[in-house]
């Protein structure tokens, strides 16, 4: 057993993540279903450009959030304006302003992007493993537009054990206001 094995096999996606997303595509259907389940593979063919017009986008978003959102990008670690957020909030998805996070579940990684170890609720995001040259990586997605918000690892902290790392391009954060 030798050290490129170990690393082989790191980059494999764990067990942990493939249940997590069987749980997120479980909590999709049954969403499906109450509104109607009119559409069961809505997880195969929308994209955001199905939902959002490619030019009202582009105009809407800055150039970084387009390219993160839509093109699968990644900024740059520690250059995103969320990273030392700590203020209490919403994160909603910038494309389509759907709830994924709240302040109460972000903590500092140490990576360079927003980390969160849970969602709101696991019908707000679409995990799809993705195979980049044989790094495997679980890439989270927006369960309402598609649109790219990070990759999730399994090296989170308590309760979860779960890392959802997300591009602040992806974000719009929202503060609490007392009512
Ligand atoms: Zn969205």
Redesign the pocket.
């Known amino acids: 057993m030798n050290i490129l094995h170990y690393v082989t096999q790191k980059q494999e996606i764990s067990p942990k993540l493939k249940k997590l997303k069987a749980s997120c595509d479980a909590a999709a259907v049954s969403k499906d279903e109450a509104a109607g389940g009119s559409s069961p593979s809505k997880d195969q063919g929308a994209t ?1 450009l199905d939902l959002y017009d490619k030019e009202e986008l582009q105009k809407r978003l800055s150039p970084a959030q387009f390219r993160v ?1 839509q093109k699968l990008g990644t900024e740059k670690p520690f250059s995103g304006k969320y990273v030392k957020l700590k203020e209490e909030g919403q994160y909603n ?6 709830a ?1 996070f709240t302040s109460d579940v972000k903590y500092d990684s140490g990576s360079g992007w927003p980390a969160f170890y849970d969602v709101i609720s696991k019908d707000r995001v679409a995990l799809k493993e993705e195979n980049l040259g044989g790094l495997q990586r679980m890439e989270v997605k ?6 790219h918000l990070g990759h999730v690892f399994d090296d989170g902290p308590k309760p979860t054990g779960i890392r959802y790392c997300v591009n602040s391009c992806s974000l719009d954060f929202k503060k609490h206001t007392t009512v």
């Open positions: 955001g959102t998805c910038v494309v389509c302003g759907t994924l927006c369960a309402e537009c598609k649109a």
